[in-house]
């Protein structure tokens, strides 16, 4: 990009007028000077990613209690809760919310992540960028499919087996929309991303049939069930945090992705898998413009139903009833 077209890009951005709360700093000159580093910041990443559904912004070091008072707008049966895990806690997020009929989304960060925007540290500021970019790249995934298909993201009932699926199809595709959309922000995040899943890729098989093997003894096929969703249902959200940044950069993971590749050479288990996990989001990618109900998630859930199956576990419906099927094989043996 030529000077002429970045200065002519930054002349507008496509925020709306919001309101950036920051809470728990120490004086009110502190939190007003954070806050207008966090508006100036996201003014600039709303020249690049569409934030016209950004209904607002809170910056906070309570940001557990932050997350609670949230008026969504919606019934919901589950807490506004950072993410964790065993690789990450969350420290930004872009919440979903309903106002007057639309789907729209406050974004929350950590008072620390807005604070190293002001740090002079390019490392710092570089990372604390990329948070607001990413999290910004949720409120554009938001706005797209609500426009496609109204009424349907914060209003889809299902139930058992379609619910299980769903959850980490939707988690998938929004974290690979994401990372796609927000590469730019920093194109060094993808040897992050890999790192992390390589990690993850290491450790699932193992802990997946640790968990099989104890179902052995306590025969309780919820907790299975949570077991297996909660570690493969990481793996795959990792895959797409990294394949959605390979793809934003328009780069490859057999060229790009080494270390990667030769990990799913290595534990096999996976390697289909993530070929074909690929593969469906290309085709997602391709025509999210002309998307028009729910059956656009049904690849990407006959995927995870697969990936479940190669973990050992197979869901069906009997009687509209779920049932957990736990079948001997090689894959979970000792």
Same mark, same amino acid.
């Given at each position: 990009?030529?000077?002429?077209?970045?200065?002519?890009?930054?002349?507008?951005?496509?925020?709306?007028?919001?309101?950036?709360?920051?809470?728990?700093?120490?004086?009110?000159?502190?939190?007003?000077?954070?806050?207008?580093?966090?508006g100036a910041v996201l003014w600039m990443i709303g020249s690049i990613i569409n934030l016209e559904r950004l209904e607002g912004v809170t910056v906070a070091y309570d940001y557990d209690e932050a997350l609670?008072?949230?008026?969504?707008?919606?019934?919901?049966t589950a807490q506004l809760q950072r993410t964790r895990d065993d690789v990450a806690i969350g420290a930004a997020m872009a919440a979903p919310v309903m106002r007057e009929g639309q789907v729209k989304a406050?974004?929350?960060?950590?008072?620390?992540?807005?604070?190293?925007?002001?740090?002079?540290?390019?490392?710092?500021?570089?990372?604390?960028?990329?948070?607001?970019?990413?999290?910004?790249?949720?409120?554009?995934?938001?706005?797209?499919?609500?426009?496609?298909?109204?009424?349907?993201? !914060?209003?889809?009932? &299902?139930?058992? #087996?379609?619910?299980? *699926?769903?959850?980490? /199809?939707?988690?998938? $595709?929004?974290?690979?929309?994401?990372?796609?959309?927000?590469?730019?922000?920093?194109?060094?995040?993808?040897?992050?991303?890999?790192?992390?899943f390589c990690d993850v890729l290491r450790r699932t098989r193992e802990g997946g049939n640790g968990n099989i093997r104890a179902y052995r003894m306590h025969g309780d096929t919820s907790q299975l069930l949570?077991?297996?969703?909660?570690?493969?249902?990481?793996?795959?959200?990792?895959?797409?945090? !990294?394949?959605?940044? &390979?793809?934003? #950069?328009?780069?490859? *993971?057999?060229?790009? /992705?080494?270390?990667? $590749?030769?990990?799913?050479?290595?534990?096999?288990?996976?390697?289909?898998?993530?070929?074909?996990?690929?593969?469906?989001?290309?085709?997602?990618?391709?025509?999210?413009?002309?998307?028009?109900?729910?059956?656009?998630?049904?690849?990407?859930?006959?995927?995870?139903?697969?990936?479940?199956?190669?973990?050992?576990?197979?869901?069906?419906?009997?009687?509209?009833?779920?049932?957990?099927?736990?079948?001997?094989?090689?894959?979970?043996?000792?």
């Open positions: 990009m030529s000077e002429t077209e970045d200065v002519q890009l930054l002349k507008s951005s496509t925020i709306p007028p919001v309101r950036v709360t920051a809470r728990g700093f120490q004086t009110n000159e502190e939190a007003k000077k954070v806050g207008e580093t966090v609670t008072e949230l008026d969504r707008g919606f019934e919901s406050h974004l929350f960060i950590h008072g620390a992540i807005a604070e190293a925007l002001q740090q002079q540290t390019e490392k710092g500021w570089r990372t604390a960028f990329y948070t607001l970019a990413h999290e910004a790249a949720h409120v554009e995934e938001f706005c797209r499919r609500d426009k496609a298909m109204p009424g349907v993201l !914060l209003n889809l009932r &299902l139930q058992h #087996e379609q619910a299980v *699926l769903y959850e980490i /199809a939707d988690m998938c $595709w929004g974290e690979y929309a994401a990372s796609r959309l927000s590469s730019f922000a920093d194109p060094e995040q993808g040897k992050a991303y890999e790192e992390t949570d077991e297996i969703t909660e570690g493969y249902g990481s793996l795959s959200k990792y895959a797409s945090y !990294l394949l959605g940044h &390979l793809a934003g #950069e328009d780069q490859t *993971l057999e060229k790009d /992705a080494g270390n990667a $590749w030769k990990v799913l050479e290595e534990t096999q288990y996976f390697s289909d898998s993530m070929k074909t996990l690929n593969q469906i989001f290309d085709g997602m990618w391709r025509t999210r413009d002309t998307w028009t109900g729910f059956e656009v998630f049904e690849p990407l859930m006959k995927w995870v139903r697969d990936m479940l199956r190669i973990a050992g576990i197979t869901l069906s419906m009997r009687g509209g009833m779920l049932y957990l099927d736990v079948p001997f094989s090689e894959a979970t043996m000792p």
